[in-house]
């Protein structure tokens, strides 16, 4: 048994000891706002700056997370809470973010999903500004595409794992269509999150890649090098509380509930389900999908986000979790309760087995040739400096002599070739692109910021340039991230 498990049995104990009896005295969280969130979103506290005032302010300073009673976290976070405030703005609308920086580092804030120009997209690579160290600076952007986004810290972290997306920066940045029909009874809003990261050698708790599925990128023969150091964490959650710690989620028999995952965390995909309910996918990314579908499980990862609705039909109390028991008993997940049953204990029944796949959600359609393929090639080296695993896009660490080229107004296709045995989240910056093929199978109309790439597998997507500016390419899992495994994308 090494440390890892004994966290999680010490915790395992807390949450079993937890789950039936819930503590109701918690504040709400951000699991539940039905209508207008509770949280102080257009506070703007802060002394003016020149101009008009701004429409949001964000403060980054150290916080406390309370995940469960006696399991309280020291992080960073934003407006001293985890995750931040919900950030809503109509389509279109004009927007100023105040970001102040009460911290000793410079920081950067990424409008994951946004159409913003580099200079306030929030990455360095692009040549975004810092909010410097005890200073501030103002975000400006029109409120575009329609969607569930976010926002979060874009900061290196390297070997501090007390940094970026390690950290309690994190939010839910929604942009209201006029044209949303509103079929729902509840919205709400759930982030999964590890904490307290760590580096081992271990295999990530993710599930491993089912033998069985095509392996186009897989070599003849096989890495023999051992593998070396990823990041793996003790600790779990839904927004800022651990299974059974946080008020549950209460619904009706009848509704249909609007939910917004986020997987918020900096390494991990996750999979979740909730017994004798199925989720109808609506969205990917935020994006509406061509062929909303009925699903058991979802599958999430770092950076991604489903938009579902949920039938309340199964009056019970339920837990809304992790399939891998481990994970579920670690944190994360959250006691769903119809009204009339809180006598009940939560049940959590293993889903039926099912295998996530984007292309269901799309449609059979052609896509025009693009003016353009540019094929991407992901390698790992094992156990590189400080034995952290190193990645190689197209042979090369970051940063590369050369940018990727976009002329403007082109018709792009991007081949991903993942040569390595783990799935990897890549995402886009500023553009949003459409699934082509996954694994050989084709599909339209998915549109998408972040794309899983499985084990040894290849995606295609395409994409128009229509967004000048430098333009950052990256795997979402942070360590991948900071060790390799990026690119930028320059307009000619
Ligand atoms: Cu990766």
Same mark, same amino acid.
């Given at each position: 048994?090494?440390?890892?498990?004994? &966290?999680?049995?010490?915790?395992?104990?807390?949450?079993?000891?937890?789950?039936?009896?819930?503590?109701?005295?918690?504040?709400?969280?951000?699991?539940?706002?039905?209508?207008?969130?509770?949280?102080?979103?257009?506070?703007?506290?802060?002394?003016?700056?020149?101009?008009?005032?701004?429409?949001?302010?964000?403060?980054?300073?150290?916080?406390?997370?309370?995940?469960? +009673?006696?399991?309280?976290?020291?992080?960073?976070?934003?407006?001293?809470?985890? *995750?931040?405030?919900?950030?809503?703005?109509?389509?279109?609308?004009?927007?100023?973010?105040?970001?102040?920086?009460?911290?000793?580092?410079?920081?950067?804030?990424?409008?994951?999903?946004?159409?913003?120009?580099?200079?306030?997209?929030?990455?360095?690579?692009?040549?975004?500004?810092?909010?410097?160290?005890?200073?501030?600076?103002?975000?400006?952007?029109?409120?575009?595409?329609?969607?569930?986004?976010?926002?979060?810290?874009?900061?290196?972290?390297?070997?501090?794992?007390?940094?970026?997306?390690?950290?309690?920066?994190?939010?839910?940045?929604?942009?209201?269509?006029?044209?949303?029909?509103?079929?729902?009874?509840?919205?709400?809003?759930?982030?999964?999150?590890?904490?307290?990261?760590?580096?081992?050698?271990?295999?990530?708790?993710?599930?491993?890649?089912?033998?069985?599925?095509?392996?186009?990128?897989?070599?003849?023969?096989?890495?023999?090098?051992?593998?070396?150091?990823?990041?793996?964490?003790?600790?779990?959650?839904?927004?800022?509380?651990?299974?059974?710690?946080?008020?549950?989620?209460?619904?009706?028999?009848?509704?249909?509930?609007?939910?917004?995952?986020?997987?918020?965390?900096?390494?991990?995909?996750?999979?979740?389900?909730?017994?004798?309910?199925?989720?109808?996918?609506?969205?990917?990314?935020?994006?509406? &999908?061509?062929?909303?579908?009925?699903?058991?499980?979802?599958?999430?990862? +770092?950076?991604?986000? &489903?938009?579902?609705?949920?039938?309340?039909?199964? +009056?019970?109390?339920?837990?809304?979790?992790?399939?891998?028991? &481990?994970?579920?008993?670690?944190?994360?997940?959250?006691?769903?309760?119809?009204?009339?049953?809180?006598?009940?204990?939560?049940?959590?029944?293993?889903?039926?087995?099912?295998?996530?796949?984007?292309?269901?959600?799309?449609?059979?359609?052609?896509?025009?040739?693009?003016?353009?393929?540019?094929?991407?090639?992901?390698?790992?080296?094992?156990?590189?400096?400080?034995?952290?695993?190193?990645?190689?896009?197209?042979?090369?660490?970051?940063?590369?002599?050369?940018?990727?080229?976009?002329?403007?107004?082109?018709?792009?296709?991007?081949?991903?070739?993942?040569?390595?045995?783990?799935?990897?989240?890549?995402?886009?910056?500023?553009?949003?692109?459409?699934?082509?093929?996954?694994?050989?199978?084709?599909?339209?109309?998915?549109?998408?910021?972040?794309?899983?790439?499985?084990?040894?597998?290849?995606?295609?997507?395409?994409?128009?340039?229509?967004? *000048?500016?430098?333009?950052?390419?990256?795997?979402?899992?942070?360590?991948?991230?900071?060790?390799?495994?990026?690119?930028?994308?320059?307009?000619?």
């Amino acid at each position: 048994m090494n440390r890892r498990d004994l &966290v999680r049995l010490g915790w395992a104990t807390v949450i079993g000891a937890g789950a039936g009896k819930l503590r109701p005295a918690f504040a709400q969280s951000l699991a539940q706002v039905p209508g207008p969130p509770p949280h102080p979103m257009v506070a703007t506290l802060e002394p003016k700056a020149t101009g008009r005032a701004a429409d949001f302010t964000l403060r980054i300073a150290p916080t406390m997370v309370e995940l469960a +009673p006696q399991v309280v976290l020291s992080t960073i976070g934003y407006s001293n809470q985890v *995750p931040g405030p919900l950030l809503r703005m109509r389509e279109g609308q004009r927007v100023a973010v105040e970001v102040v920086n009460d911290t000793d580092v410079p920081e950067y804030v990424h409008w994951h999903g946004l159409f913003v120009p580099s200079d306030v997209d929030g990455a360095e690579e692009e040549g975004t500004p810092p909010v410097p160290p005890h200073g501030r600076r103002r975000y400006q952007f029109v409120a575009k595409p329609a969607g569930s986004r976010w926002y979060h810290s874009h900061t290196e972290a390297m070997l501090d794992l007390h940094r970026g997306a390690y950290t309690g920066q994190f939010g839910f940045l929604m942009i209201d269509s006029a044209n949303d029909p509103g079929l729902y009874d509840q919205e709400v809003f759930l982030a999964l999150r590890e904490w307290q990261p760590f580096l081992t050698t271990m295999d990530a708790d993710e599930e491993r890649p089912d033998p069985s599925d095509p392996m186009p990128e897989k070599p003849a023969t096989p890495d023999s090098r051992p593998n070396g150091l990823e990041v793996s964490a003790p600790l779990y959650s839904i927004n800022d509380k651990m299974l059974g710690a946080g008020e549950p989620l209460r619904v009706r028999s009848g509704q249909r509930i609007l939910m917004h995952l986020l997987n918020a965390s900096a390494s991990q995909i996750h999979r979740v389900a909730l017994p004798a309910h199925k989720f109808q996918v609506i969205a990917l990314d935020g994006n509406r &999908v061509p062929a909303p579908q009925l699903v058991s499980v979802i599958e999430i990862a +770092p950076g991604e986000r &489903v938009d579902a609705i949920v039938e309340m039909t199964q +009056p019970g109390v339920w837990i809304l979790g992790e399939l891998r028991n &481990v994970a579920r008993q670690s944190g994360m997940g959250i006691v769903v309760e119809y009204a009339n049953q809180q006598q009940q204990r939560a049940t959590w029944l293993p889903p039926p087995s099912a295998r996530w796949d984007y292309t269901i959600f799309g449609q059979p359609a052609p896509h025009p040739a693009p003016d353009k393929t540019i094929d991407m090639v992901f390698e790992k080296v094992p156990g590189g400096p400080h034995g952290i695993n190193h990645w190689l896009v197209n042979g090369k660490e970051y940063p590369h002599e050369r940018e990727f080229v976009f002329r403007q107004g082109g018709r792009y296709r991007l081949l991903f070739h993942n040569r390595s045995d783990d799935s990897h989240p890549l995402h886009m910056h500023r553009h949003l692109f459409e699934l082509v093929e996954l694994n050989g199978k084709q599909t339209a109309g998915i549109k998408k910021d972040t794309v899983i790439v499985p084990a040894f597998g290849r995606v295609a997507v395409d994409l128009v340039a229509d967004q *000048p500016g430098l333009t950052l390419f990256h795997c979402h899992i942070q360590q991948h991230m900071d060790f390799g495994f990026k690119a930028l994308f320059r307009y000619a």
